[in-house]
């Protein structure tokens, strides 16, 4: 069964750091795109960061400069290294991959989430 694995929310004082992690099998890693949304009560969900199989990134507007994507593809891995965390940050964390089968066709997969909180 097809399943993403995040780990590594927790909570944390204002301009306090957290490292997320998100596993997923092997063949959705290596050739799709993962992305970190994040969802807090009574808002939408918004997209916190992506990156590409080839290592390109992207990012909503409210964590460029702190936050940072990355993967590792010998542990089939994606991280989201957050700094300077502010209590506004605080929301459950959910990996997201898409990934296509030879046909085209294309899937998505969502983790359970992991809960950040950030106090003031």
């Known amino acids: 069964q097809v399943q993403l694995v995040e780990s590594g929310g927790g909570l944390v004082q204002a301009g306090g750091s957290l490292r997320l992690s998100c596993a997923a099998p092997r063949h959705i890693f290596s050739t799709g795109v993962m992305r970190w949304y994040r969802q807090a009560p009574g808002k939408q969900r918004e997209l916190v960061a992506g990156?590409?199989?080839?290592?390109?990134?992207n990012y909503g507007d409210s964590v460029k400069g702190r936050f940072t994507i990355s993967r590792d593809n010998a542990k089939n891995t994606v991280y989201l290294q957050m700094n300077s965390l502010k209590p506004e940050d605080t929301a459950l964390y959910r990996c997201?991959?898409?990934?296509?089968?030879?046909?085209?066709?294309?899937?998505?997969?969502w983790g359970q989430g992991t809960q950040v909180t950030v106090s003031s």
């Open positions: 990156i590409t199989s080839e290592d390109t990134t």
């Open positions: 997201y991959a898409e990934w296509s089968d030879p046909w085209g066709t294309p899937y998505d997969y």
